[in-house]
């Protein structure tokens, strides 16, 4: 099955840097890659996500990139701010056997210091 | 925050116990599941349906179960052979097909005295 790994697990930036999250997943078939941010005590929420036709996809602040001869996708955050402050997970939607599931990397908390 | 509802948001078992977890969608979405998130973990698929009367494991769905019986509901039962079920249940929902956003419910923390 698939597997995806998340880097860094914590990551703390000034407010104002920017933020970047990288993952890597091991189904080459695998063709959808969306993120989600989980503030303390809430549910997980979908910021963005990419499709694997595509290779940047940006809203606003933030941002995605997909190489797919690497099998690796990164979350590119500019201009933190203290409300970025939260958990971030990235996942992959495997190959046509997958159905609907989707495979979560471990999860980074970011920490944005004002 | 409607859409997709959990109850109850803090439950607490005795060890050797079953208990029920509800999940409740009116997003008329066709697929739901079940995850399990452990403290500075990820999240992990315990169970999972596309149709009504129909579910399929996740990659930890031992000791779980669950039913389909309404498009909208989606309960799972942590039984008395969970080994560690203490953590943070978060059930989801989407319509079925390859590019669709899950909703996730507000969770429901479980513990074991």
């Known amino acids: 099955g698939e597997n995806v790994e998340q880097h860094p697990s914590t990551l703390s930036v000034q407010e104002g840097d920017s933020a970047v999250i990288k993952c890597t997943y091991s189904d080459s078939a695998s063709n959808y890659f969306p993120w989600y941010k989980q503030e303390l005590g809430k549910r997980p929420q979908l910021i963005i996500d990419i499709r694997s036709n595509v290779g940047e996809k940006k809203d606003q602040r933030i941002a995605v990139t997909l190489n797919k001869t690497a099998k690796h996708f990164s979350l590119h955050i500019t201009e933190t701010q203290p409300e970025d402050s939260a958990v971030y997970f990235c996942?992959?939607?495997?190959?046509?056997?997958?159905?609907?599931?989707?495979?979560f990397g471990g999860g980074t908390r970011l920490m944005v210091k004002p | 925050d409607g859409g997709i509802t959990q109850s109850p948001k803090y439950l607490f078992r005795k060890e050797g116990q079953n208990v029920t977890l509800s999940c409740e969608q009116n997003?008329?979405?066709?697929?739901m599941y079940w995850y399990r998130q452990d403290p500075g973990q990820g999240l992990r698929l315990i169970y999972y349906?596309?149709?009504?009367?129909?579910?399929q494991k996740g990659d930890i769905a031992e000791g779980y179960s669950v039913s389909r019986e309404k498009k909208e509901s989606f309960p799972l039962t942590v039984t008395s052979a969970q080994k560690n079920p203490t953590a943070f249940y978060l059930c989801a929902s989407s319509f079925v097909g390859p590019y669709n956003e899950q909703f996730f419910g507000p969770g429901t923390r479980l513990t074991v005295l």
């Open positions: 349906s596309q149709i009504v009367n129909d579910f």
């Open positions: 997003l008329n979405h066709d697929a």
């Open positions: 996942a992959a939607r495997g190959g046509n056997n997958a159905g609907n599931m989707l495979t």
